[in-house]
C-alpha cells in the first residue's frame, strides 16, 4: 500500500510522476486520490520508498506498507477496486 500528500508547491505533473511510476507495476489499483496498492515480488517497502522520494520534493510525505493478508475491510470503495484486492492482497 503507497499513500503520499505531495506539499506545496503541489503540481498535477508531481501527481503524475508518481501514477506512471506506480502503473509501471504489472498488478496495481488506485483506490483513493492519493491511496494505491501494487503487487512487487522484486521491491520491498524501502526501494518503492526511495522511488518514489526520487520523483517528489523534499516537504512530500510518503508512506509505503505491506498490507498481505486477509485483513481489510472498505466502505464506499468501487468494485474494481475490491475485487482487485480480495485477488491481490
Do not use: C, H
Amino acid at each position: 500500500m503507497i499513500s503520499y500528500d505531495l506539499g506545496i508547491p503541489e503540481t498535477g505533473e508531481d501527481y503524475k510522476k508518481v501514477a506512471n511510476y506506480l502503473k509501471s507495476f504489472v498488478y496495481w489499483a488506485k483506490a483513493l486520490q492519493s491511496l494505491w496498492f501494487v503487487v512487487s515480488d522484486d521491491k520491498g517497502a524501502e526501494v518503492i520508498r526511495d522511488d518514489i522520494q526520487k520523483l517528489t520534493d523534499d516537504n512530500d510525505k510518503i508512506l509505503v506498507m505491506d498490507v498481505s493478508g486477509d485483513f481489510w475491510a472498505t466502505a464506499r470503495i468501487g468494485k474494481e477496486v475490491t475485487d482487485w484486492m480480495n485477488s491481490n492482497i
